[in-house]
DNA sequence: TCTGGGGTCCTAGGACCC
DNA sequence: TCTGGGGTCCTAGGACCC
C-alpha cells in the first residue's frame, strides 16, 4: 500500500443481465435479448449484443426497442439469478486481492498494486477476463490504469469484451479526443451546458481557460472535472464499501397510476415492508425515512423524517411511512411510490440508548410489548402535537 | 418513444449551537 | 437593538450512474 504508482482495474461485466440469462439457457446467445419490460410497458435494463446490432439498448422503451427490432425477444428480470452471479463475479475477483470496491452489481473496481508485485498486469488481465467467461459465462471489458478514473475511462474504450491500457502519457492521444458526453459523471442535463462554452471532448474541458465560467455548471466540482480530465484522480480504492449500504429503498411504477389514498396506502405498506425485510436482512438501523411519490407529469415530491434514535422495527418505520404520505397525498393519479431509509447504521455498533423495558418486570413478553407501544405511541402524538403548534406564530 | 428500479452524491436554505 | 463566523444537522430536489 505505500507504492506510489498503482495499478488499478475497472473490470465491467458487459450486457450483465442478458448474460446471466444465456449462460442460464445458451440457446439464447444469438437471439437478439431484451430484459425487462415483458409485460409490454416500461424500458429495458439491459440488451444482449446480438440486440444492440439493431440499435437497441438499456433504458430505452419497450415501444421504440420493438420497432428496431420487431424480433426481439423480452424476458423479465431475474433478480436473484443476477444477484446470484454478481456475487460469483466479487468472489472470483477476492482470489487475487481484498482491495475491491464494487460499484454496482456488475462493476467494480480494483487495486491490483500489491498483487501485481512486477507480474505484466496485461496477462493478468487477459486471464481473469477468460476464467470470467469460462467459468461463469461472464464476459468483460477490463480497463488498466493508475487510477480510478482513468480506468473506469479505459473499460469503456472497448466494449464488449475489451482490455485497454491508459497511462499519463497517453492521456493527450486516448483521452483528449473523447466526446464530453462519453467522460463519467457528465450526463445529459450538463453535456449542452459544456457545449454552449464551446467544449465539445475531454481535451476541450482540460484545457478550458475560464475556471468561473465552468463552475457555473459543474459548481464545486469543477477541480476535480478538470483534474480528471488531465488524468488525475486521487481517489483510492475503497475496499471497505464493499456490502456497505447509504440508503435502502423500494419504489415501484403503477400503471395504471393508482388513483384513491385506500390503494396507495396498501401499495405504501408492501413497499414499507420490504424496506424493512431488507433493513434486518443487512443487520442495519435506520436513523432517517422518506417516502415519494411520482404524478403522470413525472414531477417528484418527497417527504422526509428523521428519528431521535436508529430503528429496524416495523411499526416505527410505518407510523412515519404513512404519517409522510399524509402530508404528500392528494387526489391526483400516483405513477410511483418509493419508501427509502437511510442514515443506516450497523446495529451491533449501536448503542441501546433507552432500556425501554425489562422483559422480567412482565408477566409476558406480550404484555411487555403492548407497554411498550403504548410507550411509543404516547411519545409519537406529543412529538406530533408539538410539531402541529410550531407554526403557530404565538 | 414516453420514461424501471436500484442506488450515490451534491446543492442550497434553514435551524441551531457556540 | 443589532447581529460575527464557524460548524453540524436536517430537508427537498436534482443530476448522474448502471
Not at 487475487?96 to 464494487?102: L, S, V
Not at 429496524?312 to 404513512?322: I, R, S, V
Not at 404519517?323 to 411510490?337: G, M, Q, S, Y
Request: aromatic share 10%.
Amino acid at each position: 500500500m505505500n507504492k506510489a504508482y498503482r495499478i488499478i482495474f475497472h473490470i465491467d461485466l458487459n450486457a450483465f443481465f442478458a448474460s446471466c440469462e444465456i449462460a442460464l439457457n445458451p440457446a439464447l446467445k444469438d437471439i437478439p435479448l431484451g430484459i425487462g419490460g415483458s409485460s409490454g410497458k416500461g424500458v429495458l435494463t439491459t440488451a444482449n449484443y446480438a440486440a444492440r446490432k439493431y440499435g437497441v439498448s438499456s433504458a430505452m422503451s419497450v415501444g421504440e426497442a420493438r420497432r428496431l427490432c420487431p424480433q426481439l425477444k423480452l424476458l423479465p428480470v431475474n433478480f436473484p439469478l443476477y444477484k446470484e452471479k454478481s456475487q460469483q463475479f466479487f468472489d472470483y475477483l477476492a482470489t487475487y486481492t481484498d482491495q475491491i470496491e464494487p460499484a454496482s452489481i456488475d462493476e467494480g473496481y480494483v487495486d491490483m498494486t500489491d498483487y501485481l508485485d512486477g507480474k505484466d498486469a496485461l496477462s493478468v488481465a487477459k486471464k481473469i477476463q477468460s476464467d470470467l467467461k469460462r467459468q461463469f459465462s461472464l464476459p468483460c471489458s477490463i480497463g488498466i490504469a493508475p487510477n480510478r478514473f482513468l480506468a473506469k475511462m479505459a473499460s469503456d474504450y472497448e466494449k464488449p469484451e475489451g482490455i485497454t491500457v491508459f497511462r499519463k502519457r497517453t492521456v493527450k492521444t486516448m483521452l483528449w479526443p473523447m466526446p464530453i458526453e462519453a467522460m463519467h459523471g457528465i450526463g445529459k442535463k450538463t453535456v449542452p451546458n459544456l457545449k454552449l462554452l464551446g467544449i465539445h471532448t475531454i481535451g476541450d474541458l482540460a484545457t478550458y481557460d475560464d475556471p468561473d465560467k465552468l463552475s457555473k455548471f459543474l459548481g464545486n466540482s469543477t477541480e476535480s472535472f478538470v483534474q480528471k480530465a488531465w488524468g488525475h484522480d486521487p481517489t483510492p480504492v475503497d475496499a471497505s464499501r464493499q456490502g456497505s449500504h447509504q440508503s435502502i429503498g423500494q419504489s415501484k411504477t403503477y400503471d395504471p397510476p393508482l388513483m384513491g389514498y385506500v390503494d396507495a396506502l396498501n401499495a405504501l405498506e408492501a413497499l414499507t415492508f420490504r424496506v424493512q425485510e431488507r433493513l434486518v436482512e443487512a443487520d442495519l438501523k435506520a436513523k432517517s425515512i422518506a417516502v415519494s411519490w411520482r404524478d403522470e407529469a413525472f414531477k417528484t415530491t418527497s417527504k422526509q423524517f428523521s428519528f431521535s434514535f436508529h430503528t429496524d422495527a416495523l411499526d416505527e418505520l410505518w407510523f412515519e411511512a404513512e404519517r409522510l404520505f399524509d402530508t404528500l397525498f392528494e387526489e391526483r393519479p400516483i405513477a410511483l411510490l418509493s419508501v427509502s431509509v437511510s442514515n443506516l447504521e450497523q446495529k451491533d455498533r449501536l448503542v441501546t440508548q433507552i432500556d425501554i423495558y425489562d422483559v422480567d418486570q412482565y408477566p409476558s413478553k406480550h404484555e411487555a410489548l403492548e407497554d411498550t407501544l403504548s410507550k411509543i405511541n404516547r411519545h409519537y402524538q406529543k412529538s406530533v402535537l408539538k410539531k402541529g403548534t410550531s407554526d403557530d406564530p404565538s
